[in-house]
């Protein structure tokens, strides 16, 4: 059993590196948008069967892809909407850790909606802009 969850992790890891490198700079954040939101999804799994270790390592991984995206926010190209981005994602951060701590289901579907509203919205975004690159310094 070890293995094949060891051999389904590593084919995940390549499969989304695949997917990474032919990428769009827009395309790269509306995969790490999915894998926030797939993220939070497995941690509820985890919370029904009480498996601390892995709503854990659910929550590590989804943080660090927030605070990925966070670092990613060109404030001076970006103005108040990168700044209010990166509010958002600072929200979601804490929201996660509270609902994480209090096995708050309600309070991680909120997370949820906020990143689907997002990624929403991020879809929208029309084809000409996604390959724009911001020179962040």
Not at 55 to 77: F, P, S, Y
Request: hydrophobic residues 40%; aromatic residues 8%; glycine residues 4%.
């Amino acid at each position: 059993m070890y293995q094949l969850k060891k051999a389904s992790t590593a084919y995940h890891t390549v499969s989304q590196q695949s997917i990474a490198v032919g990428s769009s700079p827009h395309g790269l954040i509306a995969m790490l948008f999915k894998e926030v939101t797939s993220f939070l999804n497995t941690w509820d799994y985890h919370r029904s069967n009480r498996d601390i270790a892995g709503k854990v390592e659910c929550v590590n991984k989804a943080i660090q892809i927030l605070l990925g995206l966070k670092e990613c926010l060109d404030t001076d190209a970006g103005g108040s909407l990168a700044e209010t981005l990166s509010e958002l994602y600072d929200y979601c951060i804490r929201i996660i850790i509270r609902a994480n701590a209090q096995n708050d289901e309600q309070r991680m579907r909120e997370v949820l909606f906020i990143i689907s509203e997002l990624n929403l919205a991020w879809e929208t975004i029309p084809p000409s802009y996604h390959n724009f690159r911001s020179v962040k310094s």
